[in-house]
């Protein structure tokens, strides 16, 4: 065994500070053992290394990536990483509920009886109030809201906005009476083991297959509900091969690294490296300020690590397009629109004539700078399904007065309903002029897919040299 892999080890078995119990089994594994969940260090021949966060009760993987141990500092660095998010864990209920009224007076006290109740009883439930004006801020960290009868007529609508969350009403005469038993059974018999697997994920590739002769790593990068999703797949020949996916609270291009040297020690052959992130991707370079890059080489900079093989960026929007266009029969002019969860600033990519439009710096699709101007306190409306509303509308109409697309293929957590936004663009501009409007209730099944589509254009139609300030078109 080499040093570095002692050292880390070392390091490993002497960090636990009472915090967690420190297992070493047969196979060399190292596990981290907390009431709540399990920290899992695998070691692999070719001094691969696995980190995983299994949650003891439903058995849900919340931290999971893979990486070579070749650097000392680095495998520390993500090691602490997962560290924090174990302890993190344990310091949590496993059920949160919120309780929400008009103004969370009447439900405070209710909630307080409730935690009372369920530490007599020895439940893992946590109950917290809020008003109801804060619901859209808070929600969505809870696993199960229970809803006063003053806001009962808000039912239907939340259920649609919170579909991965249990909704209830409580009934009158129990929240009259704070009758905490019956609630406690009503939460109990609510709360069942979640499915957590992605119903689109299961469902098939591109109905046609984009036979070619490539082997394709596309990876796509995903930020949703305060953690970072990275996940990848082969594409031999067209057809989806390897598949895997990192989980991890934050973000940073050493992961993309990680995730490459992880496949390639695999002994996979690559003729290519599609990724599809955040920010504007132009000709290898990422312009994304949030995480500090201004324009950097991020294609030539993997080229050079990683024995030349061609790599290709794009936007991940302009991938969730592609690949809504691939997997569906569609509209030759439509647009993808999306609308993240929590913040102000939209994206979108362009379908038109059946090819994505980049433009300018590949800037196509950058609806921000119009929404922010449009919309008077543009910062605060992310968080009400009305100020929401006005964000996707106001991008919208840009779209419909421009490029005037046959079909809108939207993602917006807090305005799911189709109708709502045409009706709202109804009175801004003639019905006739209201293009179709789907809603799609995720985008992980399209970015990979989008990648993998955006890739075979670049290699079939020109040629990558080593200078990306330019694509040189191929002599047909």
Known sequence: MGTIAQDFRRTIKAGSMGEYVVR????????????????????????IVELAIITAKDQENVFYLHFRLDDLDHALSLFAEMRQTLLSLKKKKRIHVLLTCTSALTSSYFASELNTAAETL???????????????????????????????????????????????????GVFATYQTGKMLRMVQDAVLPADRIDEEQKKADPRKPFLNSYRILTIGVVNHNGRCRIGYR??????????????KQSFSLQDLYDVIEYVLSLGEE?????????????????????????GQFISM??????????????????????????????????????QPDGTAGAGAGVIIDGKLRMGKMHGAGEIFCIVREAVRDFDRKPF???????????????????????????YSKLTPNPQEIHDALRAKISDQYIPEIVHTPGVKRYILPGAMVHCLEVLENYRVSS???????KKK
């Not at 579909?163 to 009403?169: E, S």
């Open 24 to 47: 070493e089994d047969n196979n060399g594994n190292i596990h981290l053992i907390t009431d709540n969940a399990e920290g899992q260090i695998s070691f692999y021949p070719q001094d």
């Open 122 to 172: 020895r439940l893992d439930y946590e109950f917290t109030a809020i008003s109801f004006d804060r619901i859209y801020e808070k929600g969505f960290d809870y696993d199960v809201i229970l809803l006063a009868p003053q806001v009962h007529f808000q039912y239907d609508r939340l259920k649609q906005i919170f579909r991965d969350t249990i909704v209830m009403k409580i009934p009158t």
């Open 234 to 247: 082969i594409y031999v020949n067209g057809m989806r091969d390897l598949d895997g996916e990192v989980l």
């Open 270 to 294: 690559l003729d290519a490296i599609s990724i599809a992130m955040p920010g504007v991707t132009y000709h290898g370079r990422l312009y994304h300020p949030s995480i500090g890059m201004w």
């Open 301 to 338: 900079d993997i080229e050079e690590r990683f024995n030349h093989i061609p790599t290709i960026l794009i936007n991940d929007v302009n991938a969730m397009a592609l690949g809504y266009y691939a997997l569906n029969d569609t509209s030759d002019d439509m647009v993808f629109y999306f």
């Open 384 to 410: 009400t399904p009305e100020g929401v509303l006005e964000l996707v509308t106001t991008g919208l109409l840009a779209y419909i007065s421009t490029i005037a697309p046959k079909k809108i293929v939207l």
């Open 467 to 473: 200078d990306w300030s330019a694509y040189e078109k």
